[in-house]
């Protein structure tokens, strides 16, 4: 089941990740984020870190493909880009599988680059722009519908 959640502004943006922030109380998760360019992944991932308490400004990590940001409970947030992920091999220079069972929440920015690497538990958000603006939509697919409502 799908479900699909409007943003109409910045600040709609900014309140979903609030409430996905305190979903994460304690626990890790993987958050798989696609969408087009501009669709507002990394802008999400930001508002989502600072909601975590990373005071730190979040980039997006489009060279680097992975940056780790401590929170205040001694997890991490990971955030990835794998836009420019040229292969397999890459995922294992970056760590990536050692990544996914660390226990902290990782949003990955185009899951899709990795195959069929992405666990199936993962939460996967696919966002798209819409007409205005400022408005976009959120598709959450299961498990992850408690995220909208
Ligand atoms: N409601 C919104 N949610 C997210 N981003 C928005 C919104 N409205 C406008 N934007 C803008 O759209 C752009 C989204 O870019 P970005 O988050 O880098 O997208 P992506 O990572 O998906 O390529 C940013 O410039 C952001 O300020
Ligand atoms: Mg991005």
Not at 57 to 80: A, I, K, N, Q
Not at 102 to 118: K, L, N, Q, T, Y
Request: proline letters at 5%; aromatic letters at 8%.
């Amino acid at each position: 089941m799908k479900s699909i959640l409007k943003i109409a502004d910045l600040a709609e943006m900014r309140a979903f990740a609030a409430n996905v922030a305190r979903r994460l109380q304690g626990r890790g998760a993987i958050i798989a984020l696609d969408g087009d360019l501009g669709s507002g992944k990394t802008t999400f991932t930001q508002a989502l870190a600072a909601a975590l308490g990373v005071r730190r400004p979040v980039t997006s990590p489009t060279f680097t493909l992975v940056c780790e940001y401590p929170l205040p409970d001694g997890r991490r947030l990971v955030h990835m880009d794998l836009y420019r992920l040229g292969g397999a091999s890459d995922l294992d220079a970056l760590g990536f599988h050692e990544y996914l069972d660390s226990g902290d929440v990782v949003c990955i920015e185009w899951p899709d680059r990795a195959g069929d690497e992405i666990p199936p538990d993962a939460w996967r958000l696919h966002f798209a722009i819409g007409a205005g603006s400022e408005e976009r939509t959120i598709t959450a697919e299961a498990p992850i519908d408690f995220l909208c409502q």
